[in-house]
């Protein structure tokens, strides 16, 4: 059992911390810019409370929080500690009592105990590698892209339309396809970017070769299957635990003779990652003869719309993980068993 708690609560410009011994109850709080030099300045805070302590007896935690967590989670795992970050709602719904008021101060003291209380459960945070952070920078970037896209279409479209325009509304139009036109230069270059690093990769390419091959994914789905598994290091290449992640795996509750729930996707995932490969799925419905055979499958079998599309999802997610772990790439013509029809959900 770890000797030291530090409770670690993030935000934009600062962090607030909070180191418990937890033989003898005693406690320290800091506060410290969200910064490498504000890691350093904290670890000195926890040594000189901890004196006596080796720093193998000691457990880092805060929430995941995003980018907000990457900077002191990435220093102290470079500095060799132990540092766990965990789902937000974990430890909003483990606290049990009733707190009436809320501040940074507690919040770190909150995190703290529950880096004490589950320090079974408490999974070393493992540093993503160089490129994946690059590509989820790029990614990011585009998605802002995309949707600034939408905004100047919205707005330009939006417009009354009337027999004879007057120069506001010519102004306006012109505007939009310039800075439309713009910003595709943009997201062309920034396509390019994530193609030229992933390239010089041999696995990532190696994967991205594998992915594309795949009729229904391009560049997007590619680029994110790489980024957010890190090239399939993450999730133990577990399509049910990226299917997760992912939020297209369903799961359902069972308790006693009154509590049945059927299965159904949770709202507890990544949205965008959601969105992307519903992108994917509809793509695979027109062109893929192994997904259209499966969707045709599963719509004889009375499956409704909804649950035939995220089976599809789940279907595409299983595929290409099992095609990376053969290192195989894509067959079209491959036959399915009358025993793998059998299991399909």
């Given at each position: 059992m770890k000797k030291i708690?530090?409770?670690?609560?993030?935000a934009k410009e600062k962090f607030d911390v909070t180191v418990k011994n937890v033989e003898t109850g005693a406690s320290e709080y800091g506060q410290y810019p969200n910064t490498p030099a504000g890691g350093r300045s904290m670890v000195k805070m926890v040594r000189k409370f901890a004196k006596g302590i080796d720093s193998s007896d000691w457990l880092f935690c805060g929430e995941d929080t995003g980018y907000y967590s990457q900077t002191i989670a990435r220093y102290l795992t470079e500095k060799g500690y132990f540092m766990w970050l965990q789902n937000p709602y974990s430890i909003k719904h483990s606290e049990g009592d009733i707190r009436r008021g809320k501040n940074d101060k507690a919040d770190s003291a909150a995190i703290a105990d529950y880096a004490h209380r589950y320090e079974d459960k408490a999974r070393k945070w493992e540093l993503p590698s160089k490129v994946s952070e690059e590509l989820h920078l790029l990614l990011t970037r585009r998605d802002a892209y995309v949707r600034a896209k939408r905004v100047i279409q919205s707005g330009a479209n939006e417009i009354p339309r009337r027999d004879?325009?007057?120069?506001?509304?010519s102004l306006i139009k012109s505007s939009a396809k310039r800075l439309l036109r713009e910003i595709d230069e943009e997201i062309e270059l920034l396509e390019a970017q994530m193609e030229k690093i992933v390239r010089e990769e041999e696995e990532m390419q190696k994967s991205y070769e594998i992915l594309r091959s795949f009729t229904g994914i391009g560049l997007v789905n590619s680029m994110c299957f790489i980024a957010y598994t890190d090239?399939?290091?993450?999730?133990?290449l577990n399509a049910r635990k990226i299917a997760t992640f992912w939020g297209v795996a369903p799961f359902g509750k069972d308790?006693?003779?009154t509590v049945h729930v059927d299965p159904h996707v949770s709202q507890f995932c990544?949205?965008?990652?959601?969105?992307?490969?519903?992108?994917?799925?509809?793509?695979a419905l027109k062109w893929n003869p192994?997904?259209?055979?499966?969707?045709?499958?599963?719509?004889k079998r009375g499956k409704c719309e909804g649950i035939r599309r995220n089976n599809v999802k789940n279907k595409i997610i299983q595929t290409v993980v099992a095609m990376i772990r053969k290192g195989e790439k894509f067959d079209p013509e491959f036959k399915f068993t009358k025993e793998t029809v059998a299991t399909e959900c």
């Open positions: 708690a530090i409770g670690i609560d993030f004879k325009q007057g120069e506001s509304v090239n399939f290091r993450k999730f133990d308790s006693g003779k990544n949205h965008w990652l959601k969105a992307i490969i519903s992108n994917a799925a509809n793509s192994i997904i259209i055979a499966y969707n045709e499958r599963l719509e």
